[in-house]
């Protein structure tokens, strides 16, 4: 029977077909079926034939679906895929890298054993319980020194351009090479002697004392110099100095300055010698003599070695990051095979609907029609009517699980899946562990 023939069964067709109200009066006229009758009657039997070719139709037509689902299924099930090749490509990747790095890595790490070993000598022959205190970069340092070099040479050449013959460019030519000299004094002053004042040996000690004591006496006696040469080019000028401006008092007369321009030269001298020498002192490096240069040369191998670690850690995870691309290339491939598979199923689901919905139709118009007559059949009997008029009517045909083999197929394919990413987790940790075992093995090699 076709489908369309299928469609228009109902109960009212059953009824129209077979005439299942007449014959039911007719059948509790002779009072069929008997009481104690425990089968159909002919009436239902002719019923359930009705609809029984319909019925194996649709049956067919679920087992066609349900073998052309597992035909599909079975082609689109997941490949199963080898997660050991790219992992052992990574291992052997890995290796090689080790022992190209092997050599520098062990250079630098005894570098930097080496210069730490050092710095802690350092620290321990000189009695040093602190870390060393120095500028990152001296450019502030300096620049500071620049600019009270220029403070001092503008102001000093505006005191010599007073009475210099060369007005302002030839006293800025003098409070140039003043200020320049001053502020190299006053530097290695601090650098050279105050830094080794504090030195732990006595002979460090003194000779930084007698680098101080010079370099300080040549500083009194360049400002000194400058000074007087500033009262003599007032003299030379002829001026008579006023009282208001008179320094001719107890301290400056010892000096034998008589003009205030001169004093405030000195005053200014001595300050800027004053701050070059702190800078000397700490401005450019620790305090203590060599202390900072031990500590960057320790920094420097440490910063060496963690820039070759770096680089070395880049060159030691490619093949890890291979494997790890080559692993989730085949998971998605088996993913996606999956899904494919899945869709497959839903679409077989979706058919399959639509075949049991013909199936419970035929079931169901056979059961309305099969109910029909009994209940015209008790109606019209004068005996009672047989006990299983009351149990449920008969299908047409089997109920069949027609996707079960199917389902299997899916959680089969499911269950692979959820295995190999378990897999591929555990092979890309077992690497992983490994390359932290190579670099820590690359970091303690003798």
């Avoid at 999956?338 to 689901?349: L, T």
């Avoid at 209940?375 to 009672?384: G, I, K, T, V």
């Amino acid at each position: 029977m076709s489908g369309a023939l299928t469609n228009r069964i109902d109960a009212a067709a059953l009824e129209k077909r077979l005439g299942v109200r007449k014959r039911a009066r007719e059948d509790a006229a002779r009072g069929a079926p008997p009481q104690d009758a425990a089968g159909l009657s002919d009436t239902e039997n002719a019923v359930i034939e009705a609809v029984a070719s319909a019925r194996a139709e649709i049956d067919r037509s679920r087992h066609d679906a349900k073998a052309d689902a597992e035909r599909r299924l079975r082609a689109l099930s997941p490949t199963p895929q080898d997660f050991s090749g790219p992992v052992l490509d990574a291992r052997l990747a890995l290796k090689q890298a080790a022992g190209r790095l092997a050599h520098d890595w062990r250079a630098a790490t005894a570098a930097a054993a080496q210069a730490r070993a050092d710095l802690d000598a350092f620290k321990q022959k000189h009695e040093l319980r602190r870390t060393a205190v120095y500028p990152s970069s001296s450019l502030l340092q300096a620049g500071l020194l620049l600019c009270a070099a220029l403070f001092e040479a503008m102001f000093s050449a505006a005191l010599f351009a007073e009475d210099d013959e060369r007005g302002l460019l030839g006293g800025a030519i003098t409070a140039i090479g003043l200020s320049g000299a001053n502020v190299t004094l006053g530097y290695f002053a601090g650098f050279l002697g105050l830094r080794y004042l504090q030195h732990l040996r006595w002979p460090m000690k003194t000779a930084g004392a007698a680098a101080f004591a010079a370099l300080g006496v040549l500083a009194l006696m360049l400002n000194l110099f400058a000074a007087d040469w500033r009262d003599q080019l007032s003299l030379l000028a002829g001026r008579e100095t006023a009282v208001s401006s008179d320094a001719s008092f107890h301290l400056w007369s010892l000096l034998q300055l008589d003009s205030p321009q001169a004093i405030i030269l000195l005053m200014l001298g001595a300050g800027v010698w004053i701050f070059a020498a702190l800078k000397g002192y700490s401005g450019f490096d620790d305090p203590y003599p060599d202390f900072g240069k031990m500590d960057r040369a320790a920094k420097a191998a440490m910063d060496a070695l963690s820039d070759l670690r770096d680089d070395a850690r880049e060159d030691l995870e490619q093949p890890v990051s291979s494997a790890r691309a080559a692993i989730a290339a085949r998971l998605h491939q088996m993913q996606a095979e999956f899904e494919a598979m899945s869709k497959a199923f839903d679409e077989a689901a979706l058919k399959m609907e639509a075949l049991d919905a013909k199936a419970r139709t035929l079931d169901e118009a056979a059961a309305s029609a099969i109910q029909l007559y009994r209940q015209e059949n008790a109606a019209a009997r004068q005996a009672p009517a047989p006990a299983y008029f009351s149990s449920t009517p008969p299908s047409a045909g089997p109920a069949l699980d027609a996707l079960s083999g199917a389902a299997a197929m899916i959680d089969e394919a499911r269950a692979r899946v959820t295995e190999a990413k378990k897999q591929a987790a555990l092979s890309l940790e077992a690497l992983v562990a490994e390359l932290d075992e190579t670099t820590h093995r690359l970091d303690h090699e003798p």
